[in-house]
């Protein structure tokens, strides 16, 4: 029988280890990108159940090597430009491991004091970082934690804003009324979902109509639909504006969609989920014009700061309400530190009580990159972006389907939607990129989002040369 690893058998097998995922990442570019194994591969080639004696770590990696990572969709790989970027990095992985060799449970301040207040000075630090509001810091009534997603964000904001709508009843009555949500037509999947787990169901949400140009929501839609439902008896709770949408990165237009909050008193929200890590860029924070408008904003850092997943940097103008809205206290956490009101429990400002110690992996790598790496980065992936976007317009045969403000690109064939699947679809399977497809105006669109710490003009330069053969095959048909 294995016994608990000591110490000094844990450095033997943390080194073996780190060398697996150092020796994985520099050999990632001779990878395919997606495995073209059927579904249930790696289920068939694991055995039926758990060994009876233990094993060592080197057995372990020889399987992880031969049977785990050839069935993986390699994320880090230089040319995954598919969805947008979940990138990783050196020092995001070593916060990570601290986070699990310390394995302390951050719910309150007295569970671990320091787990809270590093990530409230995180928080405060990100806020500087992106030039956000100041009600947004922690010396206000706002401040900011650490979601694991902007789909949970979106959640704990929809609830604070029921329990404001509501003047509080919800939070003892639950949804008494109808209530009612508004996002554009490309909004967030999560959205939907936050209002149906909220009790308003799919049919609570407000669908707004976005400008056939920009692809971004338009003020007056949504002052319509606000009129419509309240002339109806709904009360309108949530606006959720959008920076950087997921189908083409469109920006909301906030100064306007956040005066009509204001007047009428609803609850906004700015999902930034990808496009918020712009704006550590002076030249990009035009962005984020009207963020002040914000009663609560979130974006991820894992998605394209370098800092793994799971990680969204999630703030509210006034906590309060927030807290309200989520705190239950039980006899078991009552604490003299609590009662004293002079520290911050995070438990109360999301959904599960227990949490990790997440600002860790965010303090390794604000401290390695610094400010001025960490711009680097998005200015590369911007530069990469608009290097792909000029292949394309330069080639009569292709067009570019929106506009491409940050890293992604959204493009197709001058031809019919089945032609661009059949494009995409050879593109991938060539195992060299991996590319996803939206519809904009109806029509099926490729995107390619550029975001891996490794990907370099030459993968780009790669991705084009594959689709251009792709499509002198298809056109030639």
Not at 109 to 127: G, K, N, Q, R, Y
Not at 158 to 174: F, S
């Given at each position: 029988m294995?016994?608990?690893?000591?110490?000094?058998?844990?450095?033997?097998?943390g080194?073996a280890?780190?060398d697996?995922?150092?020796?994985?990442?520099?050999?990632?570019?001779?990878?395919?990108?997606?495995?073209?194994?059927?579904?249930g591969?790696?289920?068939?080639?694991?055995?039926a159940?758990?060994?009876?004696?233990?094993?060592?770590?080197?057995?372990?990696?020889?399987?992880?090597?031969?049977?785990?990572?050839?069935r993986?969709?390699?994320?880090?790989?230089?040319?995954?430009?598919?969805?947008?970027?979940?990138?990783?990095?050196?020092?995001?992985?070593?916060?990570?491991l601290?986070?699990?060799?310390?394995?302390?449970?951050?719910?309150?301040?007295?569970?671990?004091?320091?787990?809270t207040?590093?990530?409230?000075?995180?928080?405060d630090?990100?806020?500087?970082?992106?030039?956000?509001?100041?009600?947004?810091?922690?010396?206000?009534?706002?401040?900011?934690v650490?979601?694991?997603?902007?789909?949970?964000?979106?959640l704990?904001?929809?609830?604070?804003?029921?329990?404001?709508?509501?003047?509080?009843?919800?939070?003892?009555?639950?949804?008494?009324r109808?209530?009612r949500?508004?996002?554009?037509?490309h909004?967030?999947?999560?959205?939907?979902?936050?209002?149906?787990?909220?009790?308003?169901?799919a049919?609570?949400?407000?669908?707004?109509?976005?400008?056939?140009?920009?692809?971004?929501?338009?003020p007056?839609a949504?002052?319509?639909a606000i009129?419509?439902?309240?002339?109806?008896?709904?009360?309108?709770?949530?606006?959720?504006?959008?920076?950087?949408?997921?189908?083409?990165?469109?920006?909301?237009?906030?100064p306007?969609?956040g005066?009509?909050?204001?007047?009428?008193?609803?609850?906004?929200?700015?999902?930034?989920?990808?496009?918020?890590?712009?704006?550590?860029?002076?030249?990009?924070?035009w962005?984020?014009?009207g963020?002040?408008?914000?009663?609560?904003?979130?974006?991820?850092p894992?998605?394209?700061?370098?800092?793994?997943?799971?990680c969204?940097?999630?703030?509210?103008?006034?906590?309060?309400?927030?807290?309200?809205?989520?705190?239950?206290?039980?006899?078991?956490?009552?604490?003299?530190?609590?009662?004293s009101?002079?520290v911050?429990?995070?438990?109360?400002?999301?959904?599960?009580?227990?949490?990790?110690?997440r600002?860790?992996?965010?303090?390794?790598?604000?401290?390695w990159?610094?400010?001025?790496?960490?711009?680097?980065?998005?200015?590369?992936?911007?530069?990469?972006?608009?290097?792909?976007?000029?292949?394309?317009?330069?080639?009569?045969?292709?067009?570019?389907a929106?506009?491409?403000?940050?890293?992604?690109?959204?493009f197709?064939l001058?031809?019919?939607?089945?032609?661009?699947?059949?494009?995409?679809?050879?593109?991938?399977?060539?195992?060299?990129?991996?590319?996803?497809?939206?519809?904009?105006?109806?029509?099926?669109t490729?995107?390619?989002?550029?975001?891996?710490?490794?990907?370099?003009?030459?993968?780009?330069?790669?991705?084009?040369?594959l689709?251009?053969?792709?499509?002198?095959?298809?056109?030639?048909?």
């Amino acid at each position: 029988m294995a016994e608990h690893m000591d110490p000094e058998e844990f450095r033997r097998a943390g080194y073996a280890v780190v060398d697996w995922i150092a020796d994985y990442w520099s050999t990632l570019g001779q990878r395919p990108v997606v495995s073209s194994d059927p579904p249930g591969a790696l289920a068939a080639a694991l055995p039926a159940g758990p060994p009876v004696d233990g094993e060592a770590i080197d057995a372990v990696l020889a399987d992880l090597d031969a049977l785990v990572a050839p069935r993986l969709t390699h994320w880090q790989h230089p040319g995954f430009f598919g969805y947008f970027p979940a990138n990783t990095s050196g020092p995001s992985v070593l916060g990570d491991l601290v986070s699990s060799g310390l394995g302390v449970q951050g719910m309150l301040w007295a569970t671990s004091p320091a787990c809270t207040e590093l990530e409230t000075v995180m928080m405060d630090w990100l806020a500087g970082l992106l030039d956000l509001p100041r009600r947004f810091r922690s010396d206000t009534r706002g401040g900011g934690v650490i979601q694991d997603s902007a789909s949970s964000a979106t959640l704990v904001a929809t609830l604070a804003a029921l329990h404001r709508a509501g003047g509080g009843r919800w939070r003892e009555v639950g949804v008494d009324r109808r209530y009612r949500a508004y996002t554009s037509t490309h909004g967030h999947s999560s959205i939907e979902k936050a209002a149906r787990i909220a009790g308003l169901g799919a049919d609570g949400v407000r669908a707004v109509e976005v400008d056939p140009v920009s692809q971004a929501m338009r003020p007056d839609a949504l002052r319509a639909a606000i009129e419509a439902d309240r002339a109806a008896g709904d009360v309108p709770a949530i606006v959720v504006a959008t920076v950087g949408t997921t189908s083409t990165t469109a920006v909301d237009p906030l100064p306007e969609i956040g005066a009509i909050c204001a007047e009428y008193g609803i609850w906004l929200h700015v999902d930034a989920a990808y496009a918020g890590a712009a704006a550590v860029c002076p030249e990009l924070r035009w962005s984020h014009a009207g963020v002040e408008f914000a009663d609560s904003y979130c974006f991820d850092p894992h998605k394209w700061l370098l800092t793994g997943f799971d990680c969204d940097a999630f703030w509210v103008a006034d906590r309060g309400e927030l807290v309200e809205a989520l705190t239950v206290m039980p006899e078991f956490l009552r604490n003299a530190a609590t009662e004293s009101g002079a520290v911050l429990d995070y438990r109360d400002w999301q959904v599960p009580l227990g949490r990790r110690f997440r600002a860790l992996k965010l303090w390794f790598v604000l401290r390695w990159y610094g400010v001025e790496g960490l711009r680097a980065h998005v200015r590369r992936g911007v530069a990469l972006a608009a290097r792909f976007a000029e292949r394309v317009r330069a080639d009569d045969r292709f067009e570019l389907a929106a506009a491409h403000p940050f890293s992604l690109v959204c493009f197709r064939l001058r031809a019919g939607d089945e032609v661009n699947a059949e494009l995409l679809a050879r593109v991938n399977g060539t195992g060299r990129v991996h590319l996803t497809h939206t519809r904009v105006a109806g029509r099926f669109t490729l995107r390619l989002a550029v975001g891996s710490p490794q990907t370099a003009e030459a993968h780009v330069d790669e991705a084009w040369a594959l689709l251009r053969t792709a499509a002198d095959d298809l056109l030639a048909t």
